[in-house]
């Protein structure tokens, strides 16, 4: 009796707002008006920590944090580890004031390669490849995306024998001026700790093999994340200026591969605080941006 009373005092409420307002209160626990035109997406709570200590004027909204960084108002959300929580994010976002949206976090590297990556640096990602499940799965919704992103044959099928996962992986791309913006205030700042790389987005955070590092250095991708692919893609098709600034955690495969040692790398907090103060330092011209 009190669960049949519940839901017919919920439906009575969900008849005074559409269905995007009901999606946006579902995920974010507020309502659209609450967001910025800029958002933030940390995805550990280290950083989603250090982004919201930034604010000035902070106040909560939900899952939201408002305020003001750098003259710039701006709203903060922890977006939750992985492709699926992206996507969820995007959808709600989609759905209220936001227009430039910038993931903020830590990323794998890939050693060996042309840019010579390690723990610290500051990471801008050029391309994304689908290695998530999420962005097949919205492109078999959506055909013609097909048609606004390039693919390859899986690599790993050159090292392993596929018998699981996709045999074509697309290549999803953030939006290049504010992708500009942020490589060129981190090439202002930080010089040589800055690197443009391609990047895979995985869901296996435990399955970063031998193969599976070949694999990428023969592609020449350097950088390892788990929500960037989807973000672009979403992003393209939705219209609305994503980009992802990162910072190298870890180097799978090597004596700092977080899932093997003990030992935490002494730049690896340095290379977190020089992403955010280069977005800090950005968002003055992230606000221009149409």
């Known amino acids: 009796m009190i669960n049949r009373i519940k839901s017919e005092l919920l439906n009575l409420g969900l008849k005074f707002i559409d269905v995007d307002e009901k999606l946006v209160r579902l995920f974010l626990e507020t309502k659209p008006e609450n967001v910025s035109d800029i958002v933030i ?3 550990v709570k280290s950083v989603m920590r250090k982004m919201v200590n930034k604010l000035e004027e902070k106040n909560n909204q939900g899952r939201i944090y408002n305020g003001i960084i750098n003259g710039i108002r701006v709203s903060i959300i922890q977006c939750n580890l992985g492709a699926p929580n ?7 976002l989609r759905r209220t004031k936001a227009k430039k949206i910038i993931r903020i ?8 390669l042309s840019s010579n990556v390690t723990i610290g640096n500051i990471i801008i990602a050029n391309s994304t490849y689908c290695g998530d499940g999420t962005c097949p799965q919205y492109i078999l919704k959506y055909p013609g995306l097909t048609t606004q992103f390039n693919s390859i044959s899986n690599p790993l099928g050159r090292f392993q ?3 699981a996962g996709s045999h074509e992986i697309f290549i ?10 942020l490589f060129n205030k981190a090439k202002e700042l930080y010089q040589d700790a800055i690197k443009k790389v391609n990047l895979w987005t995985t869901d296996a955070l435990f399955c970063e093999t031998t193969d599976f590092l070949n694999a990428m250095r023969s592609i020449n991708v350097e950088a390892i994340d788990m929500e960037s692919s989807i973000m672009f893609l979403l992003g393209k098709k939705y219209n609305l200026k994503t980009s992802s600034i990162l910072a190298i955690s870890d180097l799978p495969g090597t004596e700092y591969d977080l899932l093997e040692t003990n030992e935490i790398h002494p730049n690896m907090e340095n290379g977190i605080d020089n992403a955010i ?3 800090i330092q950005s968002l003055p011209e992230i606000k221009e941006l149409l």
């Open 277 to 279: 103060r280069t977005l």
């Open 41 to 43: 997406l940390p995805t």
């Open 161 to 163: 024998n596929l018998i």
């Open 172 to 181: 999803t791309y953030p939006d290049e001026d504010l992708t500009n913006i």
């Open 105 to 112: 976090d830590f990323c794998g590297g890939v050693a060996g």
């Open 86 to 92: 992206m996507a969820i994010m995007i959808e709600a």
